[in-house]
């Protein structure tokens, strides 16, 4: 992204804190604990760009996406569009800009409601904002089965009639009708066959081209965002620790987070025996994450003073597109290089 | 060890490289996919399915036939009008369920009077046909109303939580204190007896269990992606719950329903057999087998039987039918629909 082009979206120290304490009692006896799921998100996306977002399960991920569309009360931070901070507005206010701002969800079998007809599923949102009755909103839902490839006259089937990917597809038109800006991809293709994810994945792509959208693309298949994202933010226990251009963060330096996960990647060639960074033991639970830098406890670079400092490291400039949230991440090369040959037959136990 | 040299190891990516991102291989094979099906074999929806279903179970259909006839012989058994007008002009019934005929006291069944007579010369089968008037509109009526209130308050506790929630719930923890027929037997003792009395006790103890049952439902239908889609496109929050939240949660609250119909028609036997029904000499089931109690004794066993008999016929065609409804509906059968899935 240019420096001098505004944000279409600014997310600002975003936080998201969840409360684990169930009913009265609970909430008498105060031992609540605070699940961190997202912990101080700064973000920017561009007009008409994709954002991907990757990290493992439970690290915040989702609720980030749905924090910033006002689906989950935001605990702190803001979220700006079109000048305009979406986290001060009331529900009805949020409603009009419902209309900018979509989601497209993760399971297409969960989140499609099975009573009602794909007619009425998509043009609920037309229903909702009162963007067209009788005729025309048949006329408009016909249209928008056909922009996303399914036939006019499925308008009045059940979601169980349908693939899951025709699911997905319904989906993706539901989040269209109200001609959105900005649309947020949960996972939108982790619950498909793969054959049937770059079916999807170029839908979104041509749709993107067609109405101009700005994607944030969550998911954990790296292969997939490196497919479909102009920049990558990476993500761990509620916090982003590198963001960049897609080849920055798929090339040197990198973040020793990053490093592991794009080691991980599955290589089809047998005979490749690339190092597979394995990271020790498990996430820290974000009811009680580590101090520092949350990564420190897994990090295979990690020195003493990540864990003494009082927060999170702020993302290190590397260049003027690319930060990575880490001052040691020049080691990480270094120790890339030397471990080639010894962590070769790990990866092939795994 | 010879074709080691070809097939050499490495440590760089991408010398297999997987290029699946051309769909045009793909939007050839959906064609042969794109097939129509026949208008007449689309399943239409989940009650038509349910139906279907329904409609396999034998036991259920014998309990559903055995309704339908009691309804048949209660509604023809005397005629119907409505200020004034005859609606509807039949009598099955071969006497009249009020009169007395003091030349026929305590008779046993015979041809003249199939189910016999009682204490006051009332024929036993005139007055148990006449008496599913009463039995069957308190139980629909009280389910009714009922479901009235139950589901939106049950729906509301769950779908909102917090405060909401709590004042709900526990009133309904307060009234499931009560043992039944102590809190009726308190409000008819306040409100007096009377058929619409009867119906205010018997509602206030069944609506707490659909507003439980409905409650729990609503909690986990409304962590399914499509509430939150329609929240995302900025639907009401009424409409999220009678459009997505309820009408998925809905099906248990269907079967204990249908179910609760029979055990009011019990309950208002109890409280009619207590004393506490309907104005003494009504001939509903429960308040005949009260007035009966005495003359058993005596080896009047007719006079009870009878009306037992159709109690326990209705309860246990009830039950049948709410069973069958439950096979019917149940999400395990339900091998297409994919509410409440989540992987």
Redesign the interface.
Known sequence: MSADEEPLIEIDGLKKHYSTDEG?LDRILGDAETVKAVDGVDLEIAEGETLGLVGESGCGKSSLG?TM?G?EEPTEGSVYYDGEDLTELSSAE???Y??DL??V???P????????TVSDIVG??LD??GLAAGEERAERVEELLETVGL?A?HAS?????F?GGQRQRI?IA??L??DPEFIVCDEPVS?LD???Q??I??LLEDLQEDFGLSYLFIAHDLSVVE?IADRIAVMYLGEIVEVGKTEEIFSPPYHPYTRSLLSA?P???P?????RIILEGTVPSPINPPSGCKFHTRCPIAHDECSEWDEHPDLEEVSSTHGIGCPFHEEIQDEVGSS?DST?AESTAD | MSHESQ???????G??R?T????SV??DRDER??W??DEST?SR??MTRAWERFKRNRTALVGLAIIAVMLFTTIFARPIAIEGITIQPFSLAPFDPTNSNFGALNQGPSAAHPFGTDWSGKDILSRVMYGGRYSLTIGVITVGIALSVGVPLGALAGYYGGWID?VIMRLVDILYAFPFLVLAIALIAVLGQGFWNMITALVLVVWISYARLLRGEVLSVKE???V?????????DR?IIF??VV??AMAPVIVQATLGIGTVVLNAAALGFLGLGLEPGSPEWGSMLARGRSSLIQGQWWITVFPGLAIFLFVLSINLVGDGVRDAVDPQGDT????????
């Open positions: 009265l749905r569309l689906l949020l409603r009009d419902r209309k979509q989601f969800f993760q399971n079998f969960a989140s499609l409601n099975p009573r009602l609920e949102a909702v904002h036939q006259s089937r059940y979601p169980h009639e693939s989906g539901r989040a009708a109200v619950a793969v054959s049937v770059a079916q994945l170029n497919h990647i290589e089809p060639d005979l490749w025996e690339g190092d080639a070769g | 097939r050499t190891t490495t440590t760089e990516r010398r297999i997987v699946g991102f051309d769909t793909f939007e996919f794109e129509q099906q689309v929806d989940r709590e399914n992606e499509y939150t889609a329609a929240k995302a496109l900025g639907a009401r409409s459009r997505h009408p998925n297409s629909g994919g509410a409440g899935v989540r992987e």
